[in-house]
Protein backbone atom coordinates (compact mmCIF):
# COMPACT_ATOMS: atom_id res chain seq x y z
CA UNK A 1 0.00 0.00 0.00
CA UNK A 2 1.42 3.18 -0.97
CA UNK A 3 -0.09 6.41 0.66
CA UNK A 4 2.46 8.83 -1.41
CA UNK A 5 -0.72 11.02 -1.94
CA UNK A 6 0.22 12.57 1.67
CA UNK A 7 3.54 14.18 0.16
CA UNK A 8 6.23 12.08 2.22
CA UNK A 9 8.41 14.26 4.09
CA UNK A 10 12.06 13.69 2.94
CA UNK A 11 13.82 16.05 5.86
CA UNK A 12 16.23 18.75 4.98
CA UNK A 13 19.08 19.37 7.32
CA UNK A 14 16.86 21.56 9.78
CA UNK A 15 14.18 19.30 9.34
CA UNK A 16 15.65 16.42 10.21
CA UNK A 17 16.96 18.00 13.21
CA UNK A 18 13.55 19.14 14.41
CA UNK A 19 12.44 15.10 14.07
CA UNK A 20 15.21 13.70 15.85
CA UNK A 21 14.50 16.02 19.14
CA UNK A 22 10.72 14.79 18.44
CA UNK A 23 11.46 11.21 18.11
CA UNK A 24 14.25 11.14 21.28
CA UNK A 25 11.27 12.97 23.41
CA UNK A 26 8.91 10.42 22.16
CA UNK A 27 11.38 7.31 22.74
CA UNK A 28 12.01 8.78 26.28
CA UNK A 29 8.39 8.14 26.54
CA UNK A 30 7.42 5.65 24.72
CA UNK A 31 10.25 3.54 22.92
CA UNK A 32 8.33 0.89 21.25
CA UNK A 33 5.47 3.01 20.27
CA UNK A 34 8.18 5.78 18.33
CA UNK A 35 10.25 2.88 16.43
CA UNK A 36 6.92 1.55 15.42
CA UNK A 37 5.67 4.15 14.19
CA UNK A 38 8.49 5.31 12.75
CA UNK A 39 8.59 1.97 10.64
CA UNK A 40 5.00 2.47 9.71
CA UNK A 41 5.07 5.80 8.66
CA UNK A 42 8.43 4.52 6.28
CA UNK A 43 6.27 1.52 4.85
CA UNK A 44 3.70 3.71 3.84
CA UNK A 45 6.08 6.62 2.20
CA UNK A 46 4.46 9.04 4.62
CA UNK A 47 8.32 9.91 5.51
CA UNK A 48 11.32 9.26 4.10
CA UNK A 49 13.95 7.50 6.50
CA UNK A 50 17.67 8.26 6.27
CA UNK A 51 19.51 4.85 4.76
CA UNK A 52 20.80 3.76 8.06
CA UNK A 53 16.94 3.20 9.36
CA UNK A 54 15.54 2.04 6.44
CA UNK A 55 15.12 -1.66 8.47
CA UNK A 56 12.80 -0.25 10.68
CA UNK A 57 10.09 -0.56 7.74
CA UNK A 58 10.36 -4.54 7.90
CA UNK A 59 7.20 -5.86 8.95
CA UNK A 60 8.88 -7.88 11.53
CA UNK A 61 10.32 -5.11 13.27
CA UNK A 62 7.22 -3.46 13.01
CA UNK A 63 5.11 -6.22 14.37
CA UNK A 64 7.81 -6.89 17.61
CA UNK A 65 7.23 -3.14 18.16
CA UNK A 66 3.41 -3.36 18.29
CA UNK A 67 3.62 -6.86 20.54
CA UNK A 68 5.74 -5.09 23.24
CA UNK A 69 3.79 -1.55 23.23
CA UNK A 70 0.59 -3.64 23.72
CA UNK A 71 2.54 -5.61 26.55
CA UNK A 72 3.13 -1.97 27.72
CA UNK A 73 -0.03 -0.43 27.27
CA UNK A 74 -1.28 -3.23 29.74
CA UNK A 75 1.63 -3.47 31.97
CA UNK A 76 1.56 0.53 32.44
CA UNK A 77 -1.74 0.28 34.48
CA UNK A 78 -0.43 -2.40 36.61
CA UNK A 79 0.98 -1.16 40.24
CA UNK A 80 4.25 -3.07 40.48
CA UNK A 81 4.46 -4.44 36.99
CA UNK A 82 4.44 -0.73 35.33
CA UNK A 83 7.20 0.29 38.53
CA UNK A 84 9.61 -2.10 37.36
CA UNK A 85 8.88 -2.25 34.19
CA UNK A 86 9.55 1.60 33.95
CA UNK A 87 12.95 1.42 35.96
CA UNK A 88 14.38 -1.10 33.73
CA UNK A 89 13.12 0.48 30.75
CA UNK A 90 15.84 3.70 31.47
CA UNK A 91 18.28 1.32 30.04
CA UNK A 92 16.54 0.82 26.64
CA UNK A 93 14.22 4.40 25.97
CA UNK A 94 18.12 6.20 26.55
CA UNK A 95 20.23 3.83 24.41
CA UNK A 96 17.68 3.26 21.47
CA UNK A 97 17.43 6.89 21.45
CA UNK A 98 21.04 7.71 21.09
CA UNK A 99 21.00 4.82 18.32
CA UNK A 100 18.44 6.33 16.50
CA UNK A 101 19.95 9.69 16.68
CA UNK A 102 23.48 7.82 15.45
CA UNK A 103 21.71 6.29 12.70
CA UNK A 104 19.78 8.93 11.43
CA UNK A 105 23.34 11.45 10.97
CA UNK A 106 25.47 8.87 9.40
CA UNK A 107 26.13 11.27 6.73
CA UNK A 108 27.53 13.83 8.98
CA UNK A 109 30.90 14.55 9.78
CA UNK A 110 31.47 11.88 12.97
CA UNK A 111 31.82 14.97 15.64
CA UNK A 112 28.50 16.15 14.60
CA UNK A 113 27.41 12.36 14.98
CA UNK A 114 28.56 12.11 17.91
CA UNK A 115 27.34 15.32 19.09
CA UNK A 116 23.45 14.27 17.65
CA UNK A 117 23.50 10.85 19.57
CA UNK A 118 24.52 12.21 23.14
CA UNK A 119 21.85 14.96 22.24
CA UNK A 120 19.21 12.45 21.25
CA UNK A 121 20.30 9.93 24.30
CA UNK A 122 20.00 13.36 26.74
CA UNK A 123 16.59 14.33 25.37
CA UNK A 124 15.40 10.61 25.95
CA UNK A 125 16.22 11.00 29.36
CA UNK A 126 14.56 14.29 30.15
CA UNK A 127 11.57 12.50 28.59
CA UNK A 128 11.91 9.76 30.81
CA UNK A 129 12.59 11.94 33.70
CA UNK A 130 9.86 13.89 33.06
CA UNK A 131 7.63 10.91 33.06
CA UNK A 132 8.70 9.63 35.69
CA UNK A 133 8.49 12.88 37.71
CA UNK A 134 4.66 13.06 36.55
CA UNK A 135 4.23 9.21 38.05
CA UNK A 136 5.68 10.12 41.32
CA UNK A 137 3.29 12.91 41.51
CA UNK A 138 0.11 10.75 41.45
CA UNK A 139 1.40 7.48 42.81
CA UNK A 140 -0.20 7.98 46.41
CA UNK A 141 -3.83 8.58 44.50
CA UNK A 142 -5.87 6.30 46.26
CA UNK A 143 -8.11 5.45 43.00
CA UNK A 144 -6.53 4.06 39.84
CA UNK A 145 -8.23 6.26 37.52
CA UNK A 146 -5.41 8.83 37.80
CA UNK A 147 -2.02 5.89 37.22
CA UNK A 148 -4.71 5.06 33.81
CA UNK A 149 -5.58 7.97 32.47
CA UNK A 150 -1.67 9.41 32.71
CA UNK A 151 -0.24 6.12 30.98
CA UNK A 152 -2.71 6.67 28.24
CA UNK A 153 -2.32 10.41 27.65
CA UNK A 154 1.47 9.63 27.17
CA UNK A 155 0.77 6.39 24.68
CA UNK A 156 -1.38 9.17 22.85
CA UNK A 157 1.09 12.08 22.85
CA UNK A 158 3.70 10.06 21.31
CA UNK A 159 1.51 8.94 19.02
CA UNK A 160 0.22 12.34 17.86
CA UNK A 161 3.92 13.56 18.08
CA UNK A 162 5.04 11.06 15.56
CA UNK A 163 2.26 12.25 13.29
CA UNK A 164 2.68 15.82 13.39
CA UNK A 165 6.29 15.64 12.85
CA UNK A 166 5.97 14.38 9.33
CA UNK A 167 3.35 17.10 8.62
CA UNK A 168 4.79 20.14 10.53
CA UNK A 169 8.11 19.14 11.77
CA UNK A 170 8.99 22.49 13.96
CA UNK A 171 5.45 22.47 15.66
CA UNK A 172 6.48 18.73 16.74
CA UNK A 173 9.83 19.96 18.05
CA UNK A 174 8.71 23.14 19.44
CA UNK A 175 6.15 20.98 21.50
CA UNK A 176 9.09 18.96 22.61
CA UNK A 177 11.30 21.87 23.39
CA UNK A 178 8.71 23.47 25.43
CA UNK A 179 8.09 20.18 27.82
CA UNK A 180 11.53 20.23 28.02
CA UNK A 181 11.57 23.55 29.61
CA UNK A 182 9.00 22.55 32.20
CA UNK A 183 11.35 19.45 33.07
CA UNK A 184 14.22 21.38 33.15
CA UNK A 185 12.12 24.19 35.51
CA UNK A 186 11.29 20.77 37.57
CA UNK A 187 14.69 19.40 37.18
CA UNK A 188 15.35 18.63 41.04
CA UNK A 189 12.05 16.80 40.94
CA UNK A 190 12.60 14.69 38.67
CA UNK A 191 16.10 13.90 39.29
CA UNK A 192 14.20 12.86 43.08
CA UNK A 193 11.28 10.74 41.20
CA UNK A 194 13.95 8.87 39.42
CA UNK A 195 15.92 8.24 42.43
CA UNK A 196 12.38 6.81 44.08
CA UNK A 197 11.99 5.10 41.27
CA UNK A 198 14.97 2.85 41.76
CA UNK A 199 14.82 2.49 44.85
CA UNK A 200 11.28 1.57 45.01
CA UNK A 201 11.64 -0.81 41.97
CA UNK A 202 14.41 -2.18 44.32
CA UNK A 203 12.36 -2.60 47.25
CA UNK A 204 9.70 -4.18 45.35
CA UNK A 205 11.92 -6.51 44.10
CA UNK A 206 13.01 -8.14 47.18
CA UNK A 207 9.35 -8.21 48.90
CA UNK A 208 8.63 -10.05 45.75
CA UNK A 209 11.40 -12.45 46.25
CA UNK A 210 11.27 -16.44 46.91
CA UNK A 211 12.08 -16.05 50.13
CA UNK A 212 9.26 -13.20 51.04
CA UNK A 213 6.86 -15.53 48.81
CA UNK A 214 7.15 -18.43 51.30
CA UNK A 215 6.19 -16.27 54.59
Not at 55 to 69: K, M, P
Not at 138 to 151: G, Q, R
Request: glycine residues 6%; proline residues 5%; aromatic residues 10%.
Amino acid sequence: MNLAFLSPLVPSGTELTAILVVVSFSAGLNVYATVGMLGLLAHFDVLALPPDLHRLRDWRIIAICGVLFLLEFVGDKIPLFDLLWNAAHTFVRVPVAAFLAYAATSQLPQWEQIAATFAGGLIALAAHGGKTAARAAIVHSPEPFSNFALSTAEDALVIFLMWIVTRHPYVGSAIVLLALCVIAILIRFVLRALRTLFSDAEASLFQTGPGNRRQ
